[in-house]
C-alpha cells in the first residue's frame, strides 16, 4: 500500500498553491520534497494529511492512528518535560503500559535523551528538540511518518543524528516524507521531487534527476559572472547551455544533484 | 524619531481588531455611561394585595409602578412574588399599618422605595391616605448591605473571566505554537480537544466558585439560603457559554493579543451592562435589550435568587432555559469553527483513507 497525491492541487482564494501534484510516499522508503521558501512545500504535507482541502486530485492516506506528523513550526510542547512529551504522545496513540515504557526508552536511547527525562522541552537545544519531536512521531510506529523541514535550522551532527533515526524507521517499514531546503540532503532519498512555485518541475531517484538534465553543463574558471544562465560553485561558475553548446574556453563537466536541481528550475522557468 | 512613528501607523492600520477596538470601545462606554449605568430608579414594580388593594394601587404614584393587584391574596403569596422576582416591592393591605415588603436583593430599586416611602409618610404627597399608615421589613437583605448582592455576581464574572479569557488564550497558544496541527492529525476528534482543552478550566472555575460562595460567607455573612443543586445547574449553564465564548474566540483569533481584544470585548459589557452593577430596570429602555443577550445577567437571576431569596425552580425556568439555549447555540457554533480548524473538508478533491497492508513491526 502506497501513499501520497494525485493531481493534487491547492487554491487559497485565486492562488494556486499546489498546482497538481502527484507523489509517492511507498513503505520501507524515503521521499523528500525539495523546494525553496514558499514553493509549497507544506502545503504539500498539509494536504497530505488532511490539514488542507484538496481543490481537485486525490490524497491517499492511512488513517490518523498510523500517521506521524510533525510541522514545520512545532512538534512538542515546550513547558512539557522530555518524558511527558512521550507520554502525551503514547497516550493519543493508545500506546500504554509495558509497551510504553519499553518503545519510550529504546526512543530516549536511541536520541541521546534517556538522561535528560526530567526536562522541560523549552530546555532543550533545537537539534534536540526536533529529535524529540520525531521520537514522539514515531512512537506508536506510524505507517506513514510525514516531517516538514525536520532539519532547518538545526546544526550538522544533529542533521546526520535526525537523519539516521528517519532512515531507520524507514527501514522498519515506514514509508517517511519529508521537506527540506537543502539540497544535499536529497541523497538519502529514494524518491525525490523538485517543488517550485507549487508545481512538481522534476520527480524520481536522485540519479534520475541528474541523469535528466537537459543541455550541457560547464566550468568557467573566471572571477566575472559569463553570459548565460550560471551560478557560483566555491571559486568557480557552472554555466547552463539549454542548446548544449557550450562557449569556447568553458570546461564540460557531469552535473552533481544540486546542479541538477538548479537546472530543473531554470529549465522550468524557460518551459514555463 | 519619524522611522518609528510611521512604522507604528503602518502596523496598527493592519491590526484592524486594535483599531475596532479603540474606536468602538470609547463609543461603547460613552452609550453605557449616557444611557444605561444608572443607579437611580425611576421605575419600582409593586404587588398589591388585601382588601384595600385597588384602592390604594390608584392612590401609588411614580417610581412605583403596580404590576399587579390581586385583593384575595395575602402577605405569603407577596412574599413569594419578591423571592420570584415579579416584584420589588409588595404591599399589604387590610392590616394597620400597611406592610409594606421590600426585595433587599434589588439594592438600588430598595433604596429608592425606602426614600419615595419616606417622602409619602412626610409630605403625604401620595394623596395623604398611606401616610403615616406603613410598616416597611426588607426582606432576603435586611440591611441592604453591597457585599452580599455582590458577591453572586462576582461568582459569574469569576466565571467569565476564566471561562472565556483563560480558555481562548489556552486554545490560541496551541495555534501560535503550531502544536494544534499536531492536535488535528492525531486520532482525536475535534470534541476529545475542546473537552480535553476546557477540562480544567471547568474544575477550576468550580473551585472558584466554591471558594468565593464560602469566603463570601465567612467573611461578609453572605447567606446561602437556596437549594445548592439549581445554583450548580445555573453555573454550570454558565459556565458551558462562558467556556464555548473562550473557543469560539479562539477559533477566530490567530495570536493571544487577538484573543484578550476580543475576550475584553464580550467580558466589559457583561460588567456594566448584566445588573452587576447598575441595576437593568434603570436602564434605558432602548439599551436595556443588550442586558438581556448577555448571559451574565441570567446568571446573576439566578445566582442572586438561589443565594439570598431561595428562589424555587419554576421561577428560575426563564434564566436557566436562556442559558442552556445560549449554551448549545455557543458550543455548537465553537464546535463547527473549532471543526474546520481541525478538520477542513475536502472541497474539490477527494480524501482515500487506507488501511496500511501491514503494519510497520
Known amino acids: ?272 | 524619531m519619524w522611522p518609528m512613528i510611521v512604522k507604528e501607523f503602518r502596523q496598527l492600520k493592519r491590526d484592524r481588531r486594535t483599531l475596532a477596538m479603540l474606536v468602538a470601545l470609547p463609543v461603547l462606554l460613552l452609550v453605557v455611561f449616557g444611557y444605561a449605568a444608572r443607579f437611580e430608579v425611576s421605575n419600582i414594580a409593586v404587588e398589591v394585595v388585601g382588601p384595600q388593594a385597588e384602592q390604594v394601587a390608584g392612590l401609588l404614584r411614580a417610581p412605583f409602578q403596580v404590576v399587579d393587584v390581586d385583593p384575595p391574596a395575602g402577605e405569603s403569596f407577596v412574599v413569594s412574588r419578591l423571592r420570584d422576582g415579579d416584584a420589588a416591592v409588595g404591599l399589604v393591605t387590610g392590616q394597620r399599618p400597611f406592610l409594606v415588603l421590600v426585595d433587599g436583593t434589588q439594592l438600588f430599586a430598595a433604596q429608592a422605595a425606602e426614600s419615595a416611602l419616606a417622602r409619602m409618610t412626610v409630605t403625604g404627597k401620595a394623596g395623604g391616605s398611606l401616610a403615616p399608615a406603613v410598616a416597611v421589613r426588607i426582606l432576603f437583605n435586611p440591611k441592604l448591605k453591597t457585599s452580599w448582592i455582590m458577591i453572586p455576581g462576582l461568582t459569574g464574572l469569576i466565571l467569565v473571566f476564566i471561562g472565556t479569557l483563560i480558555t481562548s488564550l489556552g486554545i490560541v497558544r496551541e495555534r501560535q505554537a503550531g502544536t494544534i496541527e499536531q492536535l488535528a492529525v492525531m486520532p482525536f476528534r475535534p470534541w476529545d480537544v475542546i473537552f480535553g482543552k476546557i477540562a480544567p478550566y471547568l474544575l477550576l472555575a468550580s473551585l472558584d466558585l466554591l471558594v468565593i460562595v464560602v469566603v463570601g460567607k465567612a467573611l461578609f455573612g453572605v447567606p446561602f439560603v437556596g437549594n445548592v443543586a439549581i445554583f450548580a445547574l445555573g453555573a454550570l449553564l454558565f459556565l458551558l457559554v462562558t467556556l464555548g465564548m473562550g473557543v469560539l474566540i479562539s477559533t477566530v483569533s490567530q495570536n493571544q493579543g487577538q484573543a484578550i481584544q476580543l475576550a475584553i470585548m464580550f467580558v466589559v459589557p457583561q460588567v456594566l451592562l448584566s445588573g452587576l452593577i447598575f441595576p437593568i430596570s434603570s436602564m434605558a429602555a432602548g439599551v436595556r435589550w443588550i442586558a438581556y443577550v448577555l448571559p451574565l445577567s441570567w446568571y446573576i437571576d439566578i445566582g442572586r435568587g438561589v443565594m439570598l431569596k431561595a428562589t424555587p425552580i419554576t421561577a428560575l425556568v426563564e434564566p436557566l432555559g436562556v442559558l442552556a439555549g445560549m449554551a448549545v447555540v455557543v458550543l455548537g457554533l465553537a464546535m463547527l469553527r473549532f471543526r474546520q480548524d481541525l478538520a477542513p473538508s475536502v472541497r474539490g478533491g477527494r480524501a482515500i483513507t487506507t488501511a496500511p497492508a501491514a503494519v510497520p513491526s
Not at chain 1, 21 to 35: D, E, H, K, N, Q
Request: proline content about 6%; glycine content about 12%; overall charge neutral.
Open chain 1, 1 to 272: 500500500m502506497t501513499w501520497g497525491l494525485e493531481l493534487a492541487s491547492v487554491r487559497f482564494g485565486t492562488r494556486t498553491a499546489l498546482d497538481r501534484v502527484t507523489l509517492v510516499a511507498a513503505p520501507a522508503t524515503v521521499s523528500i520534497v525539495v523546494g525553496g521558501d514558499g514553493a509549497g512545500k507544506s502545503t504539500l504535507l498539509r494536504a497530505l494529511v488532511g490539514l488542507v482541502g484538496l481543490s481537485s486530485g486525490a490524497s491517499r492516506r492511512p488513517p490518523k492512528s498510523e500517521i506521524g506528523y510533525i510541522p514545520a513550526t512545532a512538534g512538542l510542547y515546550v513547558d512539557l518535560t522530555v518524558e511527558e512529551n512521550l507520554a502525551f504522545s503514547g497516550g493519543a496513540y493508545d500506546v500504554t503500559g509495558q509497551e510504553y515504557a519499553h518503545r519510550s526508552s529504546e526512543l530516549l536511547e536511541r536520541i541521546g535523551l534517556a538522561d535528560a527525562r526530567d526536562r522541560l522541552g523549552g530546555q532543550l537545544s533545537g537539534g534536540m528538540q526536533r529529535k524529540l519531536a520525531v521520537a514522539m512521531a514515531l512512537l506508536h510506529r506510524p505507517a506513514l511518518l510525514v516531517l516538514d523541514e525536520p532539519t532547518t535550522g538545526v546544526d550538522p551532527v544533529s542533521r546526520s543524528e535526525l537523519w539516521r533515526l528517519i532512515s531507520a524507521a524507514a527501514a522498519t517499514g515506514t514509508a517517511v516524507l519529508a521537506t527540506t531546503t537543502y539540497v544535499s540532503e536529497a541523497h538519502r532519498a529514494s524518491t525525490v521531487t523538485l517543488l517550485d512555485q507549487g508545481r512538481s518541475i522534476a520527480t524520481g531517484a536522485p540519479s534520475e534527476i541528474v541523469g535528466a538534465v537537459p543541455g550541457k553543463l560547464g566550468v568557467v574558471r573566471s572571477a566575472a559572472q559569463p553570459r548565460g544562465p550560471s551560478w557560483r560553485r566555491g571559486t568557480t561558475w557552472r554555466l547552463w547551455s539549454p542548446s548544449g553548446v557550450l562557449p569556447e574556453g568553458t570546461e564540460p563537466v557531469r552535473p552533481d544533484f544540486e546542479d541538477a536541481v538548479i537546472i530543473a528550475c531554470l529549465a522550468d522557468e524557460r518551459g514555463g
